[in-house]
């Protein structure tokens, strides 16, 4: 109630602004080639207003970003700044005109220091074009103030989480007198409690008079922190309303010019005999005695706070990381080994967290990462022909629904929605008996995620084993049979499809026995 009460204030803020908007888009046009990228699109951005930009993958929200940014010019359409017209030549221009934009991974240089990083090209002299060091510490510790953060200045930048990055960035541009705050998915690698404080940061920024849009897939946090929510569609405007107004479902309407029937479509299966079994797993510090079944059919949610320990349990099963003691056991039989290696032999596949990172290369093309996994069985007397690789990845391509440009294409060209296709593609090419699939659907638009969701409830009822890890509480309760939540290192609860609810799995999150209401610890 209360949520919804302070939606209704931050939705009048902007009745109370100038009536010009800060930051203005009209009727945005971008080509590139035969690709349509910007096909009307409109934005108004307002002085101490929040504004998120929502939309599928590819729907237009990156180049919008890149021309607010100075990096793509628009072909035609006018952008407004305080009422005049504007055309930011390139991301200096733009800067100087008080446009500052936070990515998800900011870059920094990290074997300078906070202060360097914030001042760089630009540090505070004293005589004889000396570099006043102690005016950068105390003009960082200012700001950082302003924010309501505590960093340290002197500190290297190496090392720095995600969180301080951003921070640092954002530091950054209050020192260049950044009056429109672009935030593109700044939260995807951020635990809950970093996530808290940007938003403090982001509030404190409003309360200043900045405007600020901020883009991301996650509608909590899009209802929790927007006064107004802008939607595109296949590189246009579609709609802008005050968040108090819009409900999730109207949204994702909206988004993808249709009703969703279900972002979880789970279909019934007829679950088999156990196929993964986990006894008494531990790795002093990380996790402890960790026991559960998976069976044929069945899809299995591990849920959990970030730091529970639930990737690190699914690293130390598929081989990736050693355990002190405990046993993994596939059909009845102990893994004779502890590596990737003997676990794919058995018939297990992992598809990690991070795809950039630790799923794909992202070097190479979309083809080379398909057939990563099949290079061995593809190969003929020890050659790897171009046309073998191409027929598996058409046939992958074809059953994933993945879209790409050509089997060539950089993978990194890719949306993320497909990259992630392309892992689970590389994996279930092996003919996988159990899938471990972390984040399934992190970093992706709603319209695909609801394809993931049905690609794994349709393996689940080809006889599948699925073990999925996801910090999305939706997700785990729409798509799983049973949810195994971890707390601390620890399994805190066991719960059917039929007992898990938020409030059940929140509580065994937070190690309280969800029946009980006792600690579990």
Same mark, same amino acid.
């Given at each position: 109630?209360?949520?919804?009460?302070?939606?209704?204030?931050?939705?009048?803020?902007?009745?109370?602004?100038?009536?010009?908007?800060?930051?203005?888009?009209?009727?945005?046009?971008?080509?590139?080639?035969?690709?349509?990228?910007?096909?009307?699109?409109?934005?108004?951005?307002?002085?101490?207003?929040?504004?998120?930009?929502?939309?599928?993958?590819?729907?237009?929200?990156?180049?919008?970003?890149?021309?607010?940014?100075?990096?793509?010019?628009?072909?035609?359409?006018?952008?407004?700044?305080?009422?005049?017209?504007?055309?930011?030549?390139?991301?200096?221009?733009? @800067?100087?005109?008080?446009?500052?934009?936070?990515?998800?991974?900011?870059?920094?240089?990290?074997?300078?220091?906070?202060?360097?990083?914030?001042?760089?090209?630009?540090?505070?002299?004293?005589?004889?074009?000396?570099?006043? @060091?102690?005016?950068?510490?105390?003009?960082?510790?200012?700001?950082?103030?302003?924010?309501?953060?505590?960093?340290?200045?002197?500190?290297?930048?190496?090392?720095?989480?995600?969180?301080?990055?951003?921070?640092?960035?954002?530091?950054?541009?209050?020192?260049?007198?950044?009056?429109?705050?672009?935030?593109?998915?700044?939260?995807?690698?951020?635990?809950?409690?970093?996530?808290?404080?940007?938003?403090?940061?982001?509030?404190?920024?409003?309360?200043?008079?900045?405007?600020?849009?901020?883009?991301?897939?996650?509608?909590?946090?899009?209802?929790?922190?927007?006064?107004?929510?802008?939607?595109?569609?296949?590189?246009?405007?579609?709609?802008?309303?005050?968040?108090?107004?819009?409900?999730?479902?109207?949204?994702?309407?909206?988004?993808?010019?249709?009703?969703?029937?279900?972002?979880?479509?789970?279909?019934?299966?007829?679950?088999?005999?156990?196929?993964?079994?986990?006894?008494?797993?531990?790795?002093?510090?990380?996790?402890?005695?960790?026991?559960?079944?998976?069976?044929?059919?069945?899809?299995?949610?591990?849920?959990?706070?970030?730091?529970?320990?639930?990737?690190?349990?699914?690293?130390?099963?598929?081989?990736?990381?050693?355990?002190?003691?405990?046993?993994?056991?596939?059909?009845?039989?102990?893994?004779?080994?502890?590596?990737?290696?003997?676990?794919?032999?058995?018939?297990?596949?992992?598809?990690?967290?991070?795809?950039?990172?630790?799923?794909?290369?992202?070097?190479?093309?979309?083809?080379?990462?398909?057939?990563?996994?099949?290079?061995?069985?593809?190969?003929?007397?020890?050659?790897?022909?171009?046309?073998?690789?191409?027929?598996?990845?058409?046939?992958?391509?074809?059953?994933?629904?993945?879209?790409?440009?050509?089997?060539?294409?950089?993978?990194?060209?890719?949306?993320?929605?497909?990259?992630?296709?392309?892992?689970?593609?590389?994996?279930?090419?092996?003919?996988?008996?159990?899938?471990?699939?972390?984040?399934?659907?992190?970093?992706?638009?709603?319209?695909?995620?609801?394809?993931?969701?049905?690609?794994?409830?349709?393996?689940?009822?080809?006889?599948?084993?699925?073990?999925?890890?996801?910090?999305?509480l939706p997700e785990i309760l729409g798509m799983s049979d049973r949810v195994l939540v971890m707390h601390e290192g620890r399994i805190t609860a066991e719960l059917s499809r039929k007992d898990a609810t938020e409030e059940s799995v929140m509580t065994a999150a937070t190690g309280v026995d969800p029946k009980t209401k006792e600690t579990t610890a």
């Amino acid at each position: 109630m209360a949520e919804a009460q302070d939606a209704k204030v931050r939705s009048g803020r902007r009745a109370e602004a100038a009536d010009v908007p800060l930051l203005e888009l009209r009727d945005i046009h971008k080509s590139f080639g035969a690709v349509h990228a910007l096909r009307g699109a409109s934005l108004s951005l307002y002085r101490g207003q929040v504004t998120a930009l929502v939309g599928e993958n590819g729907a237009g929200k990156s180049t919008l970003v890149k021309t607010l940014a100075g990096l793509h010019q628009q072909d035609r359409g006018e952008v407004l700044l305080d009422g005049e017209e504007v055309s930011f030549r390139d991301p200096l221009h733009a @800067r100087e005109a008080g446009i500052a934009v936070i990515y998800q991974e900011p870059t920094m240089f990290p074997d300078l220091t906070v202060a360097e990083n914030i001042f760089m090209g630009r540090q505070p002299l004293r005589s004889l074009r000396r570099i006043d @060091r102690k005016a950068m510490r105390r003009q960082s510790l200012e700001l950082f103030e302003q924010l309501g953060v505590k960093i340290d200045p002197d500190r290297a930048a190496q090392g720095l989480s995600i969180a301080d990055q951003q921070v640092v960035e954002i530091a950054k541009a209050i020192s260049l007198d950044a009056r429109v705050l672009i935030m593109d998915e700044p939260t995807a690698a951020l635990s809950g409690v970093e996530v808290d404080r940007l938003f403090a940061v982001t509030r404190t920024l409003q309360a200043q008079g900045a405007a600020v849009l901020f883009i991301s897939h996650r509608f909590e946090e899009v209802f929790a922190l927007a006064d107004w929510i802008t939607v595109m569609r296949d590189g246009a405007h579609v709609a802008t309303a005050p968040a108090a107004e819009l409900t999730v479902d109207g949204v994702i309407r909206q988004m993808v010019g249709r009703d969703v029937a279900s972002l979880f479509p789970k279909q019934e299966t007829t679950i088999g005999p156990t196929a993964l079994e986990v006894k008494g797993l531990s790795r002093k510090g990380v996790f402890s005695d960790i026991s559960f079944t998976v069976k044929e059919g069945e899809i299995v949610g591990l849920s959990g706070l970030v730091g529970a320990g639930r990737s690190e349990v699914a690293r130390a099963v598929f081989g990736i990381d050693k355990y002190d003691s405990g046993e993994v056991l596939v059909r009845d039989e102990p893994l004779k080994s502890l590596s990737p290696r003997a676990s794919m032999a058995a018939g297990l596949a992992f598809v990690p967290e991070d795809r950039r990172k630790q799923g794909l290369v992202m070097e190479l093309n979309v083809s080379r990462n398909l057939t990563l996994t099949l290079r061995r069985k593809l190969s003929r007397f020890g050659l790897l022909t171009n046309q073998a690789e191409a027929q598996a990845t058409t046939e992958w391509a074809k059953k994933l629904q993945i879209k790409a440009g050509s089997p060539v294409s950089p993978i990194s060209t890719l949306s993320g929605g497909n990259q992630q296709k392309v892992v689970l593609g590389k994996w279930l090419a092996t003919g996988p008996r159990i899938l471990i699939i972390d984040e399934p659907t992190r970093g992706i638009d709603v319209g695909t995620k609801s394809e993931v969701h049905r690609l794994i409830s349709e393996l689940a009822g080809t006889g599948l084993a699925v073990l999925m890890i996801s910090s999305e509480l939706p997700e785990i309760l729409g798509m799983s049979d049973r949810v195994l939540v971890m707390h601390e290192g620890r399994i805190t609860a066991e719960l059917s499809r039929k007992d898990a609810t938020e409030e059940s799995v929140m509580t065994a999150a937070t190690g309280v026995d969800p029946k009980t209401k006792e600690t579990t610890a």
